[in-house]
């Protein structure tokens, strides 16, 4: 102990010496045996599951063309009825100072839509803001043609999300079967698909689209999946014991029970929707995602900050007007 | 008019119950059985009938497999072995046996159910609650709705039918379970520990409320608890579970009185006897007629007996006094000797006594004299719970 104690404080600066000897000798020898060892050799793939890729995605393309096509024009046909619709609300122009200041419609009716649907003036408000600050700042059309895209995939997305999260939620076989599939469309790098996606379907809104429904269909099929399952025992038995069928269960006790859970995984796929409606702008989808990727092309910093802007306000529009619906009554 | 009856009952929980079945036979224990086969014993070999318009308890604590039993009836639970009969409606069921469409049937209209957490359809009003039974039996909405408000006024709760359960408090809540389980119609009723959730207050208000309910309603109930006072205070009989088996049936003061097993007993040790003792359980039988046919029962009080041991005269320190009805001794105003049937309560033996007459009470079946029930029969029966005389 006492020799310890009195270890003379003055070697204490031979530690970082001591170190210093250490990583240096280290890294002397490592360098002289480990050049060899850390500069591999470059590896071609021995099993060429790329060119296999290839070959289904060509067959696919040959094969289906038909099948594809139909797609593309279900697609499109709803994509421009939405936009059309939303398109043809008029805008009206009035010149204050020398400057044209636009009056979208379509910002007062949002307006009611979002208090409605809210429940909040202020939500309505945002809408009100939003719009008309798009159709001055130039960016009306690719705002609304956002939205048609966004709604058309969510859409979609939800209307097969929500029966296949129900058959998940009643049945396990169901239920591991399609937990992979949505953990492949959720982590697959989103670029990896928009490619075969412009083979199959051209180029434009349809394989922006498809991207878009992959990406947003599986939060609504896990949401609907876990309030199914999250329906608490105890209700489920209430139901049978009351004598409900199989049918009468699912649509009387735990549809409506899951019903803020499912609500949720609507508000979610919204979402995911409209975050790659913006990145499906790289296959011509057009839209606020256009503007951004022409102001990165073109180094157009201030062009690609306000569409990047419009896309957050869409995003908080949308989310609000969403949230609530499940939370009401 | 409904009555249940279960023979041979068995629930393993596990994929391979026929092996625990053999185990069981050859006389191994539950804990044998989880050790050797892996198989749960959730109920074994369960006998009883439920009479028409009996309310049944079952007892036991936690794992007692009290609720899976209770569950065997209408098969949210399917029973491994035994049989299950429904008398119900002039028909006989086999619930057991029963195919999909007729146990559906059954759940529909003869059997209905009440839960422990109460188990409201949160997206329901209370109306929509109690109507939900007669949602699935078809019945038209407007059918609907009078029979709902009908239930409602019953378990009184006029004006919350358009209510959420959310908005309503535990005890509130377990009203609209029960006007629920009430509005089918179905005769036979299964209670799952309805009262537990409750605060304690709550839940001897619904207690009195049931047994209210149930004089003037025709239903035969299974109802199950982990609360001895509870079992005793409802219970026409009660049958006592202890790790799947039945250890013990009978009515309330069988069970006070005698219990059966060490399990029973150490229940029973912290139960309040005073509602479930009956007079003549604890008086004391052993008098003596003395050669004028009198009876003395302490110091003061004495009775003269008939041929046919009935009272004729009751003395007060010699002189003569009326004999009155126990349960009517508020409205007495001159000195009097009470008597009480021999099934009446000490309870209310011993509340007489507070307000009234601290002089034995006579206990009369028949009008024949068959003992009193004084200060040391009362504190012996409840120290004792009725036993070791």
Known sequence: MNKIDSFPEKYFAAVPGIIGWVVLSARTAFARVGASLLELPAMPASIPLDDWTVAVVDWLALNLGPFFDFIQLMLNTINDALLAAIQWIPIFVVEIGGLDIRFPVWSLLLFFLLWYLAGQISTGLLGLVTLWLAANFGLYVETTETFALT???ALIAISLGIPSGILAGISDT???????????????????????????????????????????YPPSVRLTNLGIREVPQELVEAGEAFGCNYWQLLMKV?????????????????????????VAALIGAGGLGGEVVRGIQRMRVGQGFVAGLAVVFTAMILDRATANIGARE | MPSIELEGVYKIFGDEPEKALKLIDEGASKTEVREETGQVIGVQDIT????????????????????????????????????????????????????????????????????????LFPHRTVLDNIAFGLEIQGISQEERERKSQELIEVVGLEGFGDSYPSQLSGGMQQRVGLARGLATGAE????????????????????????????????????????LDEALKVGDRITIMDGGKMVQKGVPEEIIVNPKTEYVADFVENA??????????????????????????????????????????????????????????????????????????????????????????????????????????????????GRGE
Do not use: W
């Not at chain 2, 007495?332 to 033996?349: H, Q």
């Open chain 1, 151 to 153: 709604l058309t995939s």
């Open chain 2, 188 to 227: 036979a009723l299964l209670m799952d520990e309805p009262f537990s959730a409750l605060d304690p207050l709550i839940k001897v208000e619904m207690q009195d409320e049931l047994l209210d309910l149930m004089e003037n309603m025709q239903r035969t109930i299974l109802f199950v608890t982990h609360d």
């Open chain 1, 254 to 278: 735990q549809i409506p029970v899951a019903r803020p859970s499912i609500m949720q995984g609507v508000n979610q796929s919204i979402m995911l929707a409209l975050s790659m409606a913006v």
């Open chain 2, 48 to 119: 009883f009938k439920i009479k028409n318009n009996e309310l049944f308890v079952i007892m036991g604590l936690s794992g007692s497999g009290k609720s899976t039993l209770l569950r065997c009836v209408n098969r949210l639970v399917e029973p491994t072995k035994g049989r299950i009969m429904l008398h119900s409606d002039g028909k006989d069921y086999d619930i057991t046996s029963a195919e999909k469409e007729e146990l559906r049937e059954v759940r529909e209209t003869q059997v209905s159910m009440v839960f422990q957490n109460f188990a």
């Open chain 1, 174 to 216: 169901v239920h591991n079967v399609i937990r992979p599939v949505l953990d492949l469309m959720q982590t697959m790098p989103v670029f990896v698909y928009l490619i075969p996606a412009v083979i199959f379907f051209g180029m434009g809104a349809a394989p922006g689209a498809v991207a878009t429904v992959i990406f947003a």
């Open chain 2, 272 to 385: 309040d006897p005073s509602d479930v003792l009956r007079a003549e359980t604890v008086a004391d039988k052993d008098f003596r007629l003395d050669e004028n046919d009198k009876v003395r029962l302490d110091e003061l009080t004495e009775v003269e007996l008939g041929d046919e041991g009935e009272v004729l005269k009751g003395y007060l320190s010699g002189t003569p006094v009326p004999i009155r009805p126990l349960d009517e001794y508020e409205r007495i105003e001159e000195e009097a000797l009470l008597f009480s049937s021999p099934d009446t309560p000490i309870s209310e033996i011993m509340r007489a006594r507070l307000d009234y007459t601290s002089h034995p009470v006579l206990v009369l079946k028949n009008q024949e004299f068959i003992g009193s029930v004084g200060e040391k029969n009362i504190l012996r029966g409840l120290l004792e719970k």
